[in-house]
């Protein structure tokens, strides 16, 4: 009987140990520590495949996002290669050209791509959101592996969430460094994003 209890303890202590383990916070200094070289990557090209969904329109498509700085340049081609459209964007201005080569100016990327196509992307957050880099008024949440899991957005103007996006995988060839599946939501709006590619700058 004695044995018994013995070893009942020694389970509870194993088990208790375990639960402790389990619950230790992450270290942040690994956070900032990625947070860093992140924010130092400002010069990338991104490939894969993105969903757009609503309640109007659904697009499948392959995308080239390609990154300077604050200078963006986006590509969305068909599965046979034909060009969908391409947006080039700066701080200041913002060029669309559709796949029968009409050329539209605008003042903000977003608002002219949706005006355009209908498709509603956060086209300047994603700048950073794409790398898996929250802006600084993002609410979000790591994973175990102190990647981002979880974003949201918060609305300046509404003081509401905007955006919600989710982080299901990183990419192996950038030492899980990078993001290379995001899965974005507002209201009826998503968006899923694959990115098989990522090149930097040697």
């Not at 969904?53 to 340049?73: G, T």
């Not at 905007?162 to 192996?172: F, K, M, S």
């Not at 998503?190 to 990522?198: A, G, Y």
Request: proline share 4%; aromatic share 8%.
């Amino acid at each position: 009987m004695f044995r018994r209890h013995r070893v009942l303890v020694v389970f509870f202590l194993a088990l208790l140990g375990l639960t402790g383990c389990s619950t230790q916070p992450i270290p942040q200094t690994e956070w900032q520590t990625h947070q860093k070289a992140l924010a130092e990557i400002t010069d990338f090209t991104a490939k894969g495949k993105v969903a757009l969904i609503s309640p109007e329109q659904r697009v499948s498509a392959n995308f080239v996002w390609e990154q300077k700085d604050d200078e963006l340049s986006l590509r969305l081609t068909n599965f046979l290669g034909t060009t969908l459209f391409k947006l080039d964007a700066t701080p200041d201005i913002a060029v669309l050209v559709d796949g029968d080569g009409e050329r539209y100016v605008g003042r903000n990327a977003a608002s002219l791509l949706k005006q355009l196509t209908g498709i509603a992307l956060p086209v300047d957050e994603m700048m950073q959101w794409v790398k898996g880099l929250p802006a600084e008024q993002n609410e979000y949440t790591l994973g175990a592996d102190n990647r981002l899991a979880f974003l949201s957005e918060n609305k300046a103007d509404t003081n509401q969430a905007g955006w919600q996006l989710e982080y299901t995988g990183y990419d192996a060839d950038t030492n899980n460094l990078l993001p290379s599946k995001i899965k974005m939501n507002q209201h009826q709006q998503k968006v899923n994003l694959v990115i098989s590619e990522w090149v930097l700058p040697q």
